[in-house]
């Protein structure tokens, strides 16, 4: 699950306060959100859990920043050239969203006059996992600069160097019109506005998504906006800001952000330690002890656990790397799979069974299928289930079951006002993902 969408700081993931954020129809307008298609069904449930509407583009394959920032301009155009974006990140972590609103308001007129403006925030200490930007001289509007440089990041040294001339974290929040965004594209980075523009143009529209032409967006270089615009442009503006804000770009640094015990341990979930300092524990679905430990990362799921040092934490893109490499399944698939209707949690696993945990979301329902090589039984938990078999339909309660005979056609659906929860048992000489042959779909797979 991409850590935007998991609830690491409470009750709502960092991609919901970020929604939240910019949200105030005081300030802003109606949210647009970009996405790659494998994340669809979580974005639109998250989304609605706030009760909140939001377009939502979907990005048929990734191409980096610069063309989903050209992409989500291109779209916003469509209705106004000149429309003032804000662009901010899933996984920025703020949380004075006053102060964010305020800055916000601040850089929309230098935006609209023409500037690409950056969210510059003070630094609080060396930190060697952001970019830095050098503010220069006033762009006319109070507080906006221009930028005079922007650096990459850089090693302990060079961050403390940065901190005493007065440099910036690049927070890679911005504000631009439309207009001028798709315009400095045009002319550095031609290709990706064209690409731009021809997906949002042969874009259709699939239940609550806005699917960006395939073909057309797969001709967009792969590139960062900073590199593509923000590094070569003469409008490039800046806001220096001095609130807490953190991209979480590692344990360590969300660590560093959580409410933190007398010993400096950050814990979450079922956990104990005993003479634990500077620990970091978060668990879920499973009982996690630390003993005698220090400036230590653990997490445990019930699929994988990963112990490394607080320092070390960002190295765990390289892990994942040498998992694949591997062939572990675990790198890229979690015991719980989101889908449109709601989730689904392996249990257990055998050679002729599988068994799941499944959660229907009210007024739900799964395709109209059948299986060739296995056989389910559904045992309801919570709720009420309404069961298709051939040409029969029935409800089933809450400690009813259904049977399912190999090669029935069948589907599952919740017709109540609470979540459905069934455990479903597999048996049968298959019980792969791939043995469904979907025969009527309201979500168009």
Same mark, same amino acid.
């Given at each position: 699950?991409?850590?935007?969408?998991?609830?690491?700081?409470?009750?709502?993931?960092?991609?919901?306060?970020?929604?939240?954020?910019?949200?105030?129809?005081?300030?802003?307008?109606?949210?647009?959100?970009?996405?790659?298609?494998?994340?669809?069904?979580?974005?639109?449930?998250?989304?609605?859990?706030?009760?909140?509407?939001?377009?939502?583009?979907?990005?048929?394959?990734?191409?980096?920043?610069?063309?989903?920032?050209?992409?989500?301009?291109?779209?916003?155009?469509?209705?106004?050239?000149?429309?003032?974006?804000?662009?901010?990140?899933?996984?920025?972590?703020?949380?004075?969203? !006053?102060? *964010?609103?305020?800055?916000?308001?601040? @850089? +929309?007129?230098? =935006?609209?006059? %023409? &500037?690409?403006?950056? #969210?510059? $925030?003070?630094?609080?200490?060396?930190?060697?996992?952001?970019?830095?930007?050098?503010?220069?001289?006033?762009?006319?509007?109070?507080?906006?600069?221009?930028?005079?440089?922007?650096?990459?990041?850089?090693?302990?040294?060079?961050?403390?160097?940065?901190?005493?001339?007065?440099?910036?974290?690049?927070?890679?929040?911005?504000?631009?019109?439309?207009?001028?965004?798709?315009?400095?594209? !045009?002319? *550095?980075?031609?290709?990706?506005?064209? @690409? +731009?523009?021809? =997906?949002?143009? %042969? &874009?259709?529209?699939? #239940?609550? $998504?806005?699917?960006?032409?395939?073909?057309?967006?797969?001709?967009?270089?792969?590139?960062?906006?900073?590199?593509?615009?923000?590094?070569?442009?003469?409008?490039?503006?800046?806001?220096?800001?001095?609130?807490?804000?953190?991209?979480?770009?590692?344990?360590?640094?969300?660590?560093?952000?959580?409410?933190?015990?007398?010993?400096?341990?950050?814990?979450?979930?079922?956990?104990?330690?005993?003479?634990?300092?500077?620990?970091?524990?978060? @668990?879920?679905?499973?009982?996690?002890?630390?003993?005698?430990?220090?400036?230590?990362?653990?997490?445990?799921?019930?699929?994988?656990?990963?112990?490394?040092?607080?320092?070390?934490?960002?190295?765990?893109?390289?892990?994942?790397?040498?998992?694949?490499?591997?062939?572990?399944?675990?790198?890229?698939?979690?015991?719980?799979?989101?889908?449109?209707?709601?989730?689904?949690?392996?249990?257990?696993?055998?050679?002729?069974?599988?068994?799941?945990?499944?959660?229907?979301?009210?007024?739900?329902?799964?395709?109209?299928?059948?299986?060739?090589?296995?056989?389910?039984?559904?045992?309801?938990?919570?709720?009420?289930?309404?069961?298709?078999?051939?040409?029969?339909?029935?409800?089933?309660?809450?400690?009813?079951?259904?049977?399912?005979?190999?090669?029935?056609?069948?589907?599952?659906?919740?017709?109540?006002?609470?979540?459905?929860?069934?455990?479903?048992?597999?048996?049968?000489?298959?019980?792969?993902?791939?043995?469904?042959?979907?025969?009527?779909?309201?979500?168009?797979?």
């Amino acid at each position: 699950m991409p850590k935007q969408f998991i609830n690491l700081l409470g009750e709502r993931s960092t991609f919901q306060t970020a929604v939240e954020r910019v949200t105030d129809p005081a300030v802003f307008g109606r949210l647009t959100v970009i996405a790659h298609h494998d994340s669809r069904f979580v974005v639109a449930e998250q989304v609605a859990a706030l009760g909140i509407t939001a377009d939502i583009l979907l990005e048929p394959e990734r191409r980096d920043s610069a063309a989903a920032v050209a992409a989500a301009a291109a779209h916003l155009a469509q209705k106004d050239p000149d429309a003032v974006i804000v662009m901010v990140a899933a996984d920025h972590v703020i949380p004075d969203v !006053a102060a *964010f609103r305020q800055a916000c308001e601040h @850089a +929309a007129p230098a =935006a609209r006059d %023409g &500037a690409i403006m950056t #969210l510059g $925030f003070v630094p609080t200490h060396p930190a060697t996992g952001y970019g830095y930007i050098l503010p220069g001289e006033p762009l006319g509007h109070p507080e906006a600069r221009r930028v005079t440089r922007f650096v990459e990041k850089p090693d302990t040294a060079t961050a403390e160097r940065y901190l005493a001339e007065g440099y910036l974290w690049n927070s890679g929040c911005l504000c631009f019109r439309a207009s001028v965004m798709l315009g400095e594209l !045009a002319q *550095f980075q031609p290709e990706i506005v064209q @690409a +731009a523009r021809s =997906a949002v143009q %042969g &874009a259709t529209r699939d #239940l609550d $998504f806005v699917r960006l032409d395939a073909r057309a967006y797969a001709q967009a270089p792969r590139t960062s906006i900073d590199y593509a615009v923000l590094e070569r442009t003469q409008r490039a503006g800046v806001l220096p800001v001095s609130f807490s804000w953190s991209d979480v770009g590692s344990w360590d640094a969300l660590w560093d952000i959580m409410a933190r015990d007398a010993s400096g341990n950050a814990l979450s979930g079922d956990v104990e330690v005993l003479d634990a300092r500077n620990t970091l524990v978060h @668990a879920q679905g499973i009982l996690t002890a630390v003993v005698g430990v220090e400036d230590l990362v653990v997490v445990a799921q019930p699929d994988a656990v990963l112990v490394t040092t607080r320092a070390n934490s960002g190295n765990v893109k390289d892990l994942v790397a040498q998992l694949r490499a591997h062939h572990r399944a675990e790198a890229d698939q979690h015991l719980r799979a989101y889908r449109p209707w709601g989730w689904y949690q392996r249990i257990d696993i055998g050679g002729r069974f599988q068994v799941k945990r499944i959660m229907v979301l009210p007024g739900r329902r799964l395709s109209l299928q059948k299986h060739h090589h296995r056989a389910e039984h559904w045992v309801v938990v919570h709720g009420t289930a309404e069961v298709t078999v051939e040409d029969r339909t029935w409800l089933v309660h809450e400690n009813e079951a259904a049977y399912l005979p190999i090669g029935c056609v069948h589907r599952l659906a919740n017709p109540g006002r609470i979540p459905l929860e069934l455990i479903e048992v597999q048996v049968g000489s298959y019980t792969g993902e791939d043995d469904i042959v979907r025969i009527e779909d309201i979500y168009g797979r």
